[in-house]
């Protein structure tokens, strides 16, 4: 995986994450209010290091329904506590005594009758609580580096977990875009062009980091209206500039496909060659059916606010909008040893 640039404000900050599950917690920020009738069950769900899709199968066996009848609103790290929401598909149906048929690791917290199916994206975002061990660094720097994160917020980076252990996603979209191998399923499907869009989209980001232009306006940016999916392209002006200073507009890049960059002048020319550094999955992202979108550069971090437990044990707590990454966030203040990645001793 490509090295990301890092904003002139990142800390080198050093310590272990995710030492316990405990230390990684994660709480859904749901967008809808359950109606109270219908035909789906709504599940709030406490989870202590089972994934999401495996806890959806459990409810979907103890239902006695199809899997395809339960879905989430969101994909929750596995190595970590975490809270979301499940909708059940029970029409006519009481919903089953789920609790003393699921494991200790997953308890169920509320459970209320809503009339819509949960679908991807229904959330306004998610909370994090992230505590870090071992700390070694220049607290000042640390301070500082906190502080412009509360002002300009982070680069808004896809997390590592998009492109799968050891970059598998990122190798097996290669294959199938070279005519080598097939997806076995569509979920594959998505997995491999959703890897492959991430990392065109990181490296036009760190260009954009490393040039000091990734959370200002420069003249050909197409820019995103602050908390929509609203994008447009205005020669640059002052009404421009100072939108963007005000958090109002955001600049974006490409989430590549088929189709003309609405970008122009220098901004079209960088993410323009792409194509020269991704040539591949470029041309596999267009043949495939996906189009040209584009994606905020930046992540505004909110109730970013962090405490010692000891002198060397820090405790960090902030929410993030959906789509955007814990890691973005960590990578600013320096580099984390993550022990769920260590090799198990023998």
């Not at 967008?31 to 219908?38: I, N, R, T």
């Not at 680069?155 to 492109?163: E, K, T």
């Not at 294959?175 to 065109?200: C, D, N, T, V």
């Not at 194509?275 to 041309?283: G, I, K, N, Q």
Request: proline share 4%; with cysteine.
């Amino acid at each position: 995986m490509m090295d990301l640039q890092r904003t002139a404000n990142a800390a080198n900050f050093r310590g272990d994450i995710r030492t316990t599950h405990a230390d990684f917690q994660v709480d859904e920020i749901p967008d809808f209010e359950p109606s109270g009738e219908g035909e789906h069950v709504c599940v709030k769900i406490r989870k202590d290091g089972q994934n999401t899709e495996w806890t959806g199968r459990q409810l979907a066996d103890i239902a006695g329904i199809a899997r395809r009848d339960v879905s989430y609103a969101g994909l929750k790290d596995r190595h970590a506590i975490t809270t979301q929401w499940y909708s059940v598909w029970l029409p006519g149906k009481e919903a089953p005594d789920w609790q003393p048929q699921l494991p200790e690791s997953i308890q169920i917290i509320e459970q209320v009758r809503h009339n819509r199916k949960l679908r991807i994206g229904t959330l306004k975002g998610n909370r994090f609580k992230l505590v870090i061990r071992n700390c070694e660094g220049d607290k000042t720097q640390l301070e500082s580096c906190l502080a412009a994160i509360r002002k300009d917020g982070v680069p808004n980076y896809f997390g590592v977990q998009r492109f799968g252990h050891d970059q598998q996603n990122i190798v097996r979209a290669t294959s199938w875009f070279e005519g080598h191998s097939k997806p076995k399923a569509s979920k594959q499907r998505g997995m491999y062009l959703s890897a492959a869009r991430s990392l065109i989209y990181n490296h036009c980001l760190s260009q954009r980091v490393a040039q000091g232009q990734w959370s200002s306006a420069v003249d050909g940016d197409v820019f995103k209206l602050d908390g929509t999916n609203s994008c447009f392209y205005e020669p640059l002006n002052d009404t421009l500039i100072q939108r963007v200073t005000e958090l109002d507009l955001h600049p974006t890049g490409p989430l590549w496909g088929a189709g003309e960059l609405v970008s122009q002048g220098e901004v079209a020319a960088l993410e323009s060659s792409m194509t020269e550094v991704f040539p591949v999955l470029c041309a596999g992202l267009e043949k495939h059916g996906l189009k040209q979108e584009r994606r905020s550069l930046r992540v505004m971090v909110g109730e970013l606010e962090h405490q010692w437990l000891s002198d060397d044990c820090l405790e960090l707590s902030f929410s993030l909008p959906p789509g955007s990454y814990a890691t973005s966030v960590l990578q600013e203040l320096g580099e984390f040893r993550d022990a769920t990645e260590l090799p198990i001793e023998t």
